[in-house]
């Protein structure tokens, strides 16, 4: 036998002690892809599967995708999956007709997809919703949580400029004027976009959720490649692009959009909450029944107060409470002058 040559000695080398990254894809969750394709609608949503020692996260990120997407959980449908989200109820955006998702990274340090979704009821609306997931523990994770505090604000000034300079270059190709996009050039100068998703070495934030339907139809997604950003990397952030080993479940993610578990008065409930800069959204669900119900409202100086969405009701169910990073201690009533019952969740 021929001894190897020095060449194919080193590529042998390092494919044994490179660490995995975002781009080593070996399939870290089995996936099952749920499938309604009938009345003009097509829908397809991902159910994520484990061995029983990663049970845990597993569920956890199959309950917060199922309740934020589907707005109940898989095994408490009636016909299909999909029967909350994909009628026609009457309301300016009607049912969803279109739910199709990417993944784009599954492995031990990130699992990152989006979905494209369109709905049809007085007029139509058309939307993209990424979702970024540590294996490790199920937590949500956001761009922050991938950088330290002060490497994000060097990120985000980067972002910002980029941004804005992609946007005006295609504009000033189509022959635009300034003027007639400035709102959206003030936007984009004044945030980065929230939306993003990781594939290989490389962060994809995308804007198309901040433009209007009648200012659709540009290219919305910025790419910034591993060695642009790498400096300015937290500890977890570090795990995902591969510079640094070791199991990420002890990397908590310091959003506010997660999924909480605990009871109102009695009854077990999960809670999902997506805070914004003063207001708040939020599905829930009775364990027992698996069906969401949807919250909105106020969320100011970590107080939340909020109203069930219920058709019908003159006086709808309200919550009212105190949120910090790991609990949500309120109170949940009937009605103004009903009992108030507690309300308490913890991060899952």
Known sequence: MKPLS????????????????ANAQNYYFTVKSLKYEAFARELHFPVFYSDSTRALPTTKINQLLQLSELEMLKGY??????????????????????????IYTNNSKVLSLGFNEASSGMTTASWLRYY?????NGDLVQLPDLFTPAGFKQFKRQAIKKSVSAFKKQIHDAGEQDSVWQEVIDDLNNDIADDFYIKGHSIILDGENRLSKRQKGWDMEIQFNLPTFSKYLSDYGKCVFGLKSGPVAQYKSKSLHQLFTGKIDKSAILFVLWPEEKTCEGIYCYQKYGRGITVRGDF???????????DGLKTKPHIIGRVT????????????????????????
């Open 325 to 348: 990073a790991d609990s949500i201690i309120a109170t949940w009533a009937k009605t103004k002058t009903s009992r108030p019952l507690p309300f308490v969740v913890y991060r899952k």
């Open 77 to 102: 449908q009636t016909k299909t999956i999909f029967e909350r989200v994909n009628y026609n109820n009457g309301t300016i955006y009607g049912g969803k007709t279109d739910l199709t998702y990417t």
């Open 132 to 136: 970024n997931f540590n294996p490790g």
């Open 6 to 21: 020095g060449l194919l000695l080193i590529i042998l080398l390092l494919c044994t002690i490179a660490p995995e990254s």
């Open 300 to 310: 100011v100086n970590g107080q939340i107060n909020v109203e069930e969405e219920s």
